[in-house]
């Protein structure tokens, strides 16, 4: 699914959320748009989160 978005122009990544701290948001850049997730996650849970979103991009437009 990485390697789809990826190929695709899509690409999630954390960003950290405040300078010094654990908690990460999520950032999606889909071909020039930027957006970033209002929920924070603790760094240990990020990348799980990333995941998810690399599946569920790929699921959703997979046939397009």
Request: hydrophobic content about 30%.
């Amino acid at each position: 699914a990485m390697g789809w978005c990826i190929g695709k122009g899509i690409k999630i990544f954390p960003s950290a959320s405040r300078w010094g701290t654990k908690e990460c948001t999520v950032t999606i850049m889909n071909n020039g748009t930027k957006t970033i997730s209002e929920e924070v996650y603790a760094k240990d849970d990020v990348g799980t989160k990333i995941y998810e979103l690399y599946c569920h991009f790929y699921d959703y437009n997979k046939n397009n």
